[in-house]
């Protein structure tokens, strides 16, 4: 069960609105990399999880990112909230409110007219948030990869919106949002650790003879690395070496009833392009006379009946 | 620049049509973990990648990625032969057609009605792929954790359809595939360590007085681990040290103009709601004169005026 | 600031394990009506709202929500316990796997084979939650109106829920779950007429010659009731009393500086459609030489050039 | 079955193009709260509904928000007419046409490019259409309440249009469809009414002893009003009063079959995270030297292996 | 089997960085008549299709067409290398780094802040692909026709963004993407004149008292064309030619069994509007109490109770 | 303006209620193909066209295509009426109930518990209907290409449709849906030869050295065709006259200035990945002890530390 406390986990102190800077901040709010991704990521991998140590550290986490969530929800209502009041009470002449409300240069229009100023669950560009962005499996050795990297991802994503403002309060909340994306990371990347092995993912063993291959499908400029060379890797360059692979011929195949062959063959028949001749076609009627490709034959009195 | 080679990487051999298994086998094709969502993934990556190692790796499993695409989604092809010969030409009575579309228990009636049994770039829920899949945010200390969590997550997904097919040439061709993931993350975890440091990801540092925090927000339970034990960590339980951890006040603040704030004072007055009172509400209007909670002052008279 | 206890605010206890009533849940774990979409409508106005009862009121509503998310969730969780562990250790014959996995007759094998048997935030149909579903606009008028409706509709899908099921520890949990309904659509209520005026919603009046006006454009079986008899209602059931009401021409117009006209003559030009003649066309050019519509002076020669 | 009438409901003049103006006016032609959103969420309705009366309003009100639709899109149209055809024939320059093209300062961009100068079904952000805005359940205790939020919510954000065009045309038109909205709420304000009782909505009763409680789960500056406060209110504020409200463990519990625990065990046993010891973890391979967090035995040889 | 040549198909030169101008090519990368939707449209065809010749073209077409999405994924890359580097090392002041993302005038600030200045699968306004864009349904005399108007669409688009730019090196690229696309067109026409007959697509004809009909069902402005004159075309124009065409009542039935129509009676009974008297509605309550509309017997003490 | 009649166009006669096939129909209520999309398509041209033809035609279609919308929704809701019933006066057991809402084998279950029987605007996946089915662009002789390509589809699905049910009632209203797609599909045929010339579409040549290339870029079975054969085809099959056609390099360059370019070194030096050496990795210290993957310095004490 969640409780609330109304004091936030960082004090938002901002400067002055600004909802140009407002709707940039939508990214950690209704975006992909936002602290709704996070909070539900965590909160539902905790529901759906038996593991004592690891549900406490998801549920912990999860309620954290939902405080972030507020903090930074926070900072877009603060942030918008001169022109909310400036939009609901339409105090200014339509002219100065058209300017203020395109002025920003960026999405920020959507924020006012469709959402009165407050803090949408949408990103920078409108787009509305969706659980697509979660991809929890509910698999731990992959889950805690793909936590690892959802906060590597949101750490960076503050990194640049701390570039682009100089309000020292804002700066500052979101300086410590993303540390604790660091922090979160950390405990992450020790649960994982903790389950041993935890590599490859899962339970199945791979193929031995091609959990070491390197297809090499990209030619010119090839640069080997680690990830390609030294004696665990085996190296293949040859076009032949790449396809068909199990030595095979490389071709599907399938069994038919004779039901399903002879409803394939009616289709087949039916819906044969036929390889010889040359078809006059839909863009030949349409192209113009002196058109190059226009086929010879193509008479005015064909090609308009009247 | 790409080009094709008819000949699939991994021969595709299926024992018979089955168009329940084809749309289970779509979660790899256009589902989330799948390889359309693989290929892009490491495509877009290359594209915008200058380091030229990186480059060359990621342009070599994109391409891998799209040649397993073209191996699932020949699996679908092949399972699902006869039922689009059958839909296409209608030899079945209308009875037997519809058992046949909504028996499989699934949603392989999709595939069939809307698709006509080709390979749709759906997931096995019939929702189409999309970019949302895709969490490449263009920083490789984040882009290669995503990329290591994204083949884990891929990997499972084919154990868990492994372990639901006994077609041997279906099963085999997903063995494959599997293997392919694991070979893959095995590259990006390389590629990652070789990227000196790459943690934290990105380029600031966090505020010192936070990255070793651990916040326990969930309370019952409580489980230690190394996720948030030991002298690395500081652990803080009461709630008190969890609110406000900047020593503020934890509430939001922003300095509005005179204009701004007299548009602010008129919506809160005009939109106030008057915390004295008990006023009557529609719920009320609409209860049963019964109803436990009706107003005693809802006359049949006043409730109904004719 | 949220913290979390990890007792449930109700208990949930589920007599067996059933994935294909859990799919069902998932209508108010990641569904439209569903307590996410009920916890983030409260919390994001909640987070934008300066008027201090209706804030207070608002976080209340949204942790509440937040709290049965986690029930609903754990619902889902404990009927699909069996299958995931089953799935993740694949202790079955695949033949048995794949029965179990399709046989539920909904989307359950979207649960297994994609989220391993967690609970994701989709609905029953596979379909992830996004932001769409929540309608807030900013203004309180409105807001709350659309929280009780709001409520009305997740009572609604409960009362479904609970029709479909006969375990007693589900039918409890969720009969809670649509109580709790009941009591915050009576809260939303009272904070909604505690405003005044709140109707019309918002700040501008109508236009007063079009606000009792009603249009009966659908013809037949025309039945007159309170929405549109009695004295308020002008009601206008003639064709001409409907159309250009403004007593306008009904036909739009716009000043183009030259440049734009011009531009615009320009493309009316080369974009026309000559309404005289008959041209041939590529329908014709692809219909078979019986076809009745089939044009008379469509050769065999002129329609296969060999 | 509709007909149509080439003359619109009200009549359109636009004093000159603007399509900045025009993006602003998508809101309404394709976004959440919109036209399309109206006509659809009553027309699906009316199709569904068997009550003669309802079927009969929802059928008109649909029908003439089919024809507002009209309007809207009209007015999209005349504001980018001249942008239309200037774009379509390249008169201009590329410099011109750039700056025009990206110089509205909101999303018109997209509305050019992509679609041509013509009204699109997207909203003001470019986000096209869906029908997760409509909210029809097929209750119409619900359903009736869905639409009276609706009008309320789309009558805003005419409001809001409305405050920032100074064409006295545009102006007009819109002032003209947001009335409608207030009359069209009024309507199914009596359509609801009419309906005795219609609260609780649907059939089921809630549980007693739970549909007076008010739980205050946010805790700060509590504020007490007719929403949580009376004789009809029993207002909770412990904590130990809020969860377990059944009076039992608030813990979970399903009862598993043998092989379903056996496979459960299985799982947990495989997928462990040890608690005890300090596994070391990727982070820390990629952490700099200096790193206060690298562990000590991290070696410099330990840490790259050549 | 996919292979790569890491040079382009079209070498790409851009003269400067603009990501503005990058904002815009977008729609060609992750838009709906974009390179990728292109790619998959044919690919998925290819797979599924059993005519050699056509499935051989299809993979050639598919193919070039991922090479094509490399090369505007590529302009793009160089549109954004500049803003790239300056944003992830942060070399400028905030307001430099603010102005500088928002001051494109469209929605470049989303490839920015969320994507790092990568190429993302996003259209100009920044909505993710999906695949919800193609519509391939596996008949190829309805596929053909599809891929016939998309490469006209895609063609269109180019000749728009050919109008937007002078940098003589992407114009030139653009150029090539465009003319390509002619290319296309005028193979898949081939393709599609191929198959005879073509016309109407798919197996079943139509029922013929209807496939000549035209509904005159606008009215106002009537003009006739090709479209609906001549001695092809049965011309219906008076409204009861339209309805009912089959000569029934119009009306729906359905049998109901007498459990379905025990039920439907109930629920008739339950959810009736009473088309008789005239409720006090909840917007009565809301009004203010010198709204024309406010009912009379709406005294003060009956609207607020204290 | 719009006006509707309550006679459909086609009468609806439904012999028995079966929410499995309702499901299957939704396909051409909610689904890409369906009525919604194609009034949608043609009404927004109709609104954006200024040829007064075309935009007459466009209006009568989108009209009849509304009142389709409503024949086919109708079957859908005729389909579910007992159903509907059912559930919402839930007078069956509960057992009953499961069975039957999970019974049919497809997606019904989702239009009974989220829709409770009404006609939804989802696909038979239960994929809500989205604005990005419509292809329209505003260049005619590129959209009158797609709405003969989307009659085409719609007529394919409705075949198909057809096919799966012996209802008489229901095949003979489909068999007339059908009809008119091939009706339409005339119609806008003619619209588009009307217009000349219309190949190319729109306004710009091609680069004459490209309009006639085929590029043979998959490799294996080619065959021949005329689609890529005969005097009018320049055939290229060489890889190497596939790549850098313009005779370029084949990579791509931009110009930075001095601040982008140092900007840039600064990122390149930071996130090189060193292609020296082999750094242990996370992977390897998930490895289990016996994988024979596991690098050979991971001693026990080095991999566990406690």
Known sequence: MFSHNKRLQYTVR?????PGLANLMLEQFGGPQGELAAAMRYFTQAVGEDDPGRKDMLFDIAT????????????????????????????????EMYRRITGAGNDSHVTQVLYGGGPPLINSAGVPWTAAYIDTIGEPTADLRS???AEARAKIVYERLIACTDDPGVKE?????????????????????????????????????????YFDMSKGDEMRGPWNQGPNWD????????????????????SLTADEQSAV????????????GDPPTGAELGMAADDPDAPADASASARKRK
Do not use: W
């Open 64 to 95: 954290e990112e939902l405080s972030h969530l507020e903090v930074i929800g926070t900072i877009v209502g603060m942030l918008n909230k001169g022109a909310k009041g400036q939009l609901a009470e339409a105090v200014e002449t339509e002219a």
């Open 265 to 276: 063959d009616d289709m087949a028949v039916r819906t044969a392009s036929d390889p010889s």
């Open 173 to 213: 909340a979101l300086g410590f949002l993303m540390t604790r994306e660091i922090a979160h990371q950390k405990s992450f990347e020790k649960a994982l650790y903790s389950i041993t092995p935890n590599f490859p993912p899962g339970k199945l063993p791979g193929m031995p003879e091609f959990t070491s291959v």
């Open 235 to 254: 190296y293949r360059s040859e076009p032949e070496s790449q396809v068909a692979v199990d030595g095979g011929s490389g071709e599907p195949s399938v």
């Open 147 to 149: 936590n690892i990297a």
């Open 14 to 18: 901002v400067s002055e609105c600004n």
